[in-house]
């Protein structure tokens, strides 16, 4: 899912370009049609491209990463779009031809019955091409605007750096969001946060224990409340908690963690020193990928490994979070109200 942000965002900038161009300023690409040829090419592209219509075609073309040739006798019933990448036309394309951060070649067969778009490339266009619409160049030959490139194919896999960047960059982001939800549960939640942590340090068994039945009940009470009309928005809410109970509970873990290590520091040192530990993995898989190849796979193995440690490492702190009941109690009035229903329960006389 995360390879799927880079595309998303290079085709919103990409149609967002194509629709600013007047704005940018245009770039008249010289051809070899004269003005007293235009009408006859315009007349030329509609039958042709009506033609082609009738006949049928592919949808329109979209693509990211990789270079799309269109050769003699291709039909895209569309458009034909190409982002970090090169786009060379010789057949028929009944929309736009449009080409960001690669060069558009329209070959002497090719029917545009719309624009032909470049940016931030060069745009080539051979005599006996026809072009119904508009020529436009935006950014030819500046320096720098042909950025998208650095996800055009390399070594069979098309948009791979771009997708290990992001990958990278996602988990990095992530790290940062968890110090940031743990600055603000030390800042604005300290007592709670050290009663859970109490928990998780003071009976860890019980903690895992009870992290363990959360995991296996939780998607039977999930279940039970979605089939009733009832319980629908209640799935909302336990979901809503459930997610939020395993951020704190793994930032605990983590300062549990932290605290072993490195003593009666500072606290944000200590669960900094414990998010480390504990996706430390993770953090380094990614940057040990972006090179490719063998690489690659060693650091899928630590991703892989660094989010079992995540999942565990969460569920881990979930039932040190239920164990304390959400931080309202202290691991002493814990230990006291169940020794206090142990002897009440002991106290009961025994069926006759």
Not at 39 to 65: I, L
Not at 292 to 312: P, R, S
Request: glycine share 14%.
């Amino acid at each position: 899912m995360k390879a799927l942000l880079p595309i998303t965002l290079l085709l919103a900038f990409n149609f967002a370009l194509v629709a600013a161009a007047p704005a940018l300023g245009e770039e008249a690409v010289p051809t070899a049609a004269t003005a007293g040829t235009a009408g006859t090419a315009e007349a030329a592209s509609a039958e042709k491209a009506a033609t082609a219509k009738e006949e049928g075609g592919t949808e329109d073309r979209v693509v990211v990463g990789e270079d799309l040739f269109i050769k003699e006798g291709d039909v895209v019933d569309g458009d034909a779009v190409v982002t970090g990448g090169d786009l060379t036309v010789n057949g028929t394309v009944t929309g736009d031809a449009v080409c960001t951060g690669g060069d558009l070649t329209v070959g002497p067969k090719a029917v545009i019955s719309g624009d032909a778009v470049a940016i931030g490339g060069k745009m080539t266009v051979t005599p006996g091409a026809v072009i119904s619409g508009e020529r436009v160049c935006v950014g030819c030959g500046v320096p720098g605007i042909k950025s998208f490139k650095f996800i055009k194919k390399t070594g069979g896999e098309a948009g791979a750096l771009s997708g290990r960047i992001v990958n990278a960059a996602a988990e990095f982001v992530f790290f940062g969001f968890l110090i940031f939800v743990a600055l603000l549960l030390t800042v604005f939640l300290p007592r709670q946060f050290g009663r859970v942590e109490e928990h998780l340090a003071g009976d860890f068994p019980r903690s895992v224990l009870v992290g363990v039945a959360a995991l296996l009940l939780l998607p039977l009470i999930m279940l039970v409340l979605a089939v009733t009309i009832v319980g629908i928005p209640l799935v909302a809410l336990l979901i809503l908690a459930t997610l939020i109970s395993l951020l704190v509970g793994y930032i605990v873990l983590a300062r549990v963690l932290g605290r072993k290590l490195v003593g009666e520091r500072p606290v944000m040192l200590q669960i900094l020193v414990g998010l480390l530990l504990l996706h430390g993995a993770a953090l380094l898989g990614d940057v040990i990928a972006l090179p490719g190849g063998v690489l690659e796979t060693v650091g899928g193995i630590f991703v892989g490994v660094g989010w079992v440690i995540l999942i565990a490492g969460s569920f881990i702190g979930l039932g040190a979070v239920v164990y304390s009941w959400f931080g309202k109690r202290t691991l002493a009035e814990t230990v006291a109200a169940r020794a206090a229903k142990k002897n009440k329960t002991g106290d009961k006389p025994a069926p006759a």
